[in-house]
Nanobody, 121 residues
Framework: QVHLVESGGGSVQAGGSLRLSCVVS??????MAWFRQAPGKEREGVAV???????IYAHSVTGRFDISKDIAKKILYLQMNSLKPEDTAMYYC?????????????????WGQGTQVTVSS
């Protein structure tokens, strides 16, 4: 059974940094992604790390966020730099990609419980 547990969220001022972690069990760590959802908005894809180590980022975070993984520790990371108030959201890691557009939540079969990121101006 796949189990994903996120951590590392918190409150920071604009321009600050946070590193999110997602501990993975029951999954090979093939294609995994980070999503976020702000109040009243749809869940959106932030970054994906494909099985061939290719990384794709949403336009809004390109150059500021970095997705990586430690296979030995079975942890997926999201390093977030130069944070902006519009980055405020609940962040989720996703696994069990079943094809389709990487930014679509329906492309993933497994989700963590989320970790809150709040960026103040």
């Amino acid at each position: 059974q796949v189990h994903l547990v996120e951590s590392g969220g918190g409150s920071v001022q604009a321009g600050g940094s946070l590193r999110l972690s997602c501990v993975v069990s029951g999954y090979s760590m093939d294609t995994m992604a980070w999503f976020r959802q702000a109040p009243g908005k749809e869940r959106e894809g932030v970054a994906v790390l494909l099985s061939g180590s290719r990384r794709i980022y949403a336009h809004s975070v390109t150059g500021r966020f970095d997705i990586s993984k430690d296979i030995a520790k079975k942890i997926l990371y999201l390093q977030m730099n130069s944070l902006k108030p519009e980055d405020t959201a609940m962040y989720y890691c996703a696994a069990g990609w079943r094809g389709g557009t990487w930014t679509s939540p329906t492309a993933y079969g497994n989700w963590g419980q989320g970790t809150q990121v709040t960026v103040s101006s």
